[in-house]
């Protein structure tokens, strides 16, 4: 029996290629959110260890004033990092948007191959059987013939 052979196997290679592709920039903008998020929650435990320090001892003026200083530099970092992560959770919504086109496109065309594939196999295993059907009713479609040719000859 021959192999079953896809003619859009390419469009499906080229389809897969993409969709791999979409995936790895899926996976640097998650990256990147996750590090934005690593740099938040360092901030926040930045000014949450300034506060304890301040808290558990008297601090000169120039101390107390370095302090609040540091603390609303961490403050602001903190908010421009936030607005970072809502751009950068964007692109990854894009990014997710379009992995899961270029999955679903795959995923089509892999459906695609599968069902002509099952299709093609399943009429192969029809003709197979036809022909061992075949095989079978001749040798005594052949030997019936013959006994009845030779009875006529005697």
Request: hydrophobic share 35%; with cysteine; glycine share 6%.
């Amino acid at each position: 029996m021959k192999r079953f052979r896809f003619k859009l196997l390419h469009l499906l290679e080229l389809r897969a290629f993409h969709e791999k592709r979409s995936e790895l920039v899926l996976a640097e903008k998650a990256g990147a959110c996750a590090v934005l998020e690593g740099r938040i929650a360092g901030n926040l435990e930045s000014r949450a260890r300034t506060i304890r320090e301040r808290t558990g001892r008297s601090l000169s003026i120039p101390d107390f004033m370095a302090s609040e200083l540091y603390r609303a530099r961490l403050d602001g970092e903190r908010e421009r990092l936030g607005v970072e992560l809502l751009g950068a959770e964007s692109e990854r919504e894009l990014a997710r948007v379009e992995y899961l086109s270029r999955r679903r496109d795959r995923e089509a065309v892999d459906k695609l191959r599968e069902r002509r594939e099952a299709e093609y196999y399943r009429l192969a295993a029809r003709e197979e059987t036809k022909a061992l059907d075949d095989l079978v009713r001749r040798p005594a479609i052949g030997a019936s013939s013959r006994s009845t040719i030779g009875a006529g000859s005697r």
